[in-house]
């Protein structure tokens, strides 16, 4: 796959999408139908399952109001850190997309692990629907020691994820470049990594149509 280069208007979607396919999905219906706190109250998966996992404050419920094109559809915690619950959405009976709990808020690689050695982990590695976590990275910041503790953790949960930027708005097209290549070098390094990173913004809408386009090809 070649690699994607920037115009005006933003990253340009990698070739190969059907981004109507993406717009058509994400067109429908996507509502919230429950939460769990603890693994037991997993219920059995409706169909396939994209989960979105982050630092807290990555953007990660803003992305997931910018895909379905609902305003508050996923709302952040007032308290980053604090919520500890799997959020699940109903998009149009083909996808259920889950908001995961941001983690890092320590900044620390412990305070992830113990965060995340729980329900998060049990999820990740027992639920058979999961087709792909969608990883979120701050395009505005270096990744911190707990970014790579959740990559390490997907790898050996053998779950399929993939590194999304956001906030590439608040950044240059240079400093863009250096660090999409930067995320795809950290990619090839993890066995669970998809190879591909979508850049995104989800206040001017670069890369969200990409990205759909992506996630519709899982459904």
Known sequence: MSEPHLTDGGPEQAPGLDLEAGRVLFAQLCRFFYAAQSIDQLSAPLGPEIAFAGRSNVGKSTLVNALTGQKALARASGQPGRTKQLNFFNLGDRLTLVDMPGYGYAQAAKAVKKDWQGLMFDYLRGRPDL???VLLLDA?????????????????????????????????????DAKRAQARALARRHAAAFPDVVATSSETGAG???LRAVLAQLG
């Open 131 to 133: 087709r792909r976590v």
């Open 140 to 176: 505005r910041i270096e990744l911190k020691p707990s970014d790579h503790a959740v990559m390490d953790l997907l790898d050996r949960a053998a779950v399929t994820y993939q590194l999304v930027l956001t906030k590439i708005d608040k950044i240059t097209p240079k400093a863009l």
């Open 208 to 210: 969200i149509e990409e």
